[in-house]
């Protein structure tokens, strides 16, 4: 049996400790080298080409719990790190200082070994917590970087727990009037999620100003199986050039800023693939826009194309 493993950046120094542990019971291991940025992220290509009889991707929880995918056996092993034992009592130092009775709780991929135990600390002490399956999760109460569902449900306030803004961020895809905090699992500290999420929104914004008179654009598509959208891309396509714009649709696994720049072509990006490619606007020296404020920018577009 051959077997292709892949990790994501942060785990890539543990491959050598697994691949032994394949190898000695007699299985072929192939190490995937690629980048690997989530559950999405599954290098069934590469699979394919080395004719791999299965894919066991580490350090997630399943995308759409797909079990085969194009074909291929897909195995998820998570990897979970313990955050503090104290993440209930300082979400109970929230709730009891604003009054909530009903609360919505989520956290990420690695924290989900702890979250039924949270729920039950905070619901012994008679507060309601309430939580939902996302759109592309695996658990209920697991939030993505690009899915925030979860916590979607009818609550006084929403606590995601979570050590980077990213996953945070998730809820500007969301229209939510209510109280949200970011809760760090490793240092405690309780922060007013809602702001940050608006102070975001707003630098969104901004950005959308500087990509307002751009001629150009570039429609990344990426063939990652969980963030493939050439349907959407093709659309956008038409949509841009019915609005007097240029548009070409630029299809990588991985994209790649030095690559893009060197066509020397675009004004614009639009990323159709995981949000997170925009957190790195800074490499790609462009105005690069997202799912979160696609639809914004295309409004401006057709209000200042309906005042011509
Ligand atoms: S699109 Fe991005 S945030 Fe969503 S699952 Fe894939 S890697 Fe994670």
């Given at each position: 049996?051959?077997?292709?493993?892949?990790?994501?950046?942060?785990?890539?120094?543990?491959?050598?400790?697994?691949?032994?542990?394949?190898?000695e019971?007699?299985?072929?291991?192939?190490?995937?080298?690629?980048?690997?940025?989530?559950?999405?992220?599954?290098?069934?290509?590469?699979?394919?080409r080395?004719?791999?009889?299965?894919?066991?991707?580490?350090?997630?929880?399943?995308?759409?719990?797909?079990?085969?995918?194009?074909?291929?056996?897909?195995?998820?092993?998570?990897?979970?790190?313990?955050?503090?034992?104290?993440v209930?009592?300082?979400?109970?130092?929230?709730?009891?200082?604003?009054?909530?009775k009903?609360?919505?709780?989520?956290?990420?991929?690695?924290?989900m070994h702890?979250?039924?135990?949270?729920?039950?600390?905070i619901?012994?002490?008679?507060?309601?917590?309430v939580?939902?399956?996302?759109?592309?999760?695996?658990?209920?109460?697991?939030?993505?970087?690009?899915d925030?569902?979860?916590?979607?449900?009818?609550?006084?306030?929403?606590?995601?727990v979570?050590?980077?803004?990213?996953?945070?961020?998730?809820l500007?895809?969301?229209?939510?009037?209510?109280?949200i905090?970011?809760?760090?699992?490793?240092n405690?500290?309780?922060?007013?999620?809602?702001?940050?999420?608006?102070?975001?929104?707003?630098?969104?914004?901004?950005?959308?100003?500087?990509?307002?008179?751009g001629?150009?654009f570039?429609?990344?598509?990426?063939?990652?199986?969980?963030?493939?959208?050439?349907?959407?891309a093709?659309?956008?396509?038409?949509?841009?050039?019915?609005?007097?714009?240029?548009?070409?649709?630029?299809?990588?696994?991985?994209?790649?800023?030095?690559?893009?720049?060197?066509?020397?072509?675009?004004?614009?990006?639009?990323?159709?693939?995981?949000?997170?490619?925009?957190?790195?606007?800074?490499?790609?020296?462009?105005?690069?826009?997202?799912?979160?404020?696609l639809s914004?920018?295309?409004?401006?577009?057709?209000?200042?194309?309906?005042?011509?």
């Open positions: 049996m051959r077997v292709l493993l892949q990790f994501p950046e942060g785990l890539k120094q543990e491959a050598l400790k697994y691949a032994k542990i394949y190898e019971k007699g299985i072929e291991i192939i190490i995937s080298a690629s980048p690997s940025f989530g559950a999405c992220d599954l290098a069934i290509d590469e699979a394919k080395v004719n791999a009889d299965k894919l066991i991707h580490f350090g997630h929880l399943p995308f759409l719990k797909q079990p085969v995918v194009e074909g291929i056996e897909v195995e998820y092993i998570p990897y979970y790190l313990d955050a503090r034992a104290d209930p009592a300082k979400i109970m130092g929230k709730v009891k200082e604003r009054g909530y009903k609360i919505s709780l989520g956290t990420t991929a690695q924290h702890q979250f039924k135990e949270w729920v039950k600390s619901e012994s002490e008679g507060i309601e917590v939580y939902k399956k996302g759109n592309f999760t695996f658990e209920a109460g697991q939030i993505l970087g690009c925030a569902e979860a916590v979607n449900v009818e609550s006084d306030a929403v606590f995601i979570a050590d980077g803004l990213f996953h945070l961020t998730a500007s895809l969301i229209d939510m009037d209510r109280d905090y970011w809760v760090h699992p490793y405690g500290e309780i922060k007013n999620g809602k702001e940050i999420i608006e102070q975001t929104k707003t630098m969104r914004k901004r950005s959308l100003t500087s990509a307002f008179y001629k150009t570039a429609i990344l598509v990426s063939t990652k199986p969980g963030q493939y959208r050439l349907e959407w093709r659309k956008l396509k038409e949509r841009l050039e019915r609005l007097g714009k240029k548009a070409h649709i630029l299809v990588a696994n991985t994209f790649n800023p030095e690559s893009l720049t060197n066509f020397n072509a675009f004004d614009i990006y639009i990323n159709t693939a995981c949000p997170r490619l925009s957190e790195d606007k800074e490499l790609f020296n462009k105005p690069i826009i997202s799912e979160p404020e914004l920018f295309l409004k401006m577009l057709e209000e200042n194309q309906n005042r011509e």
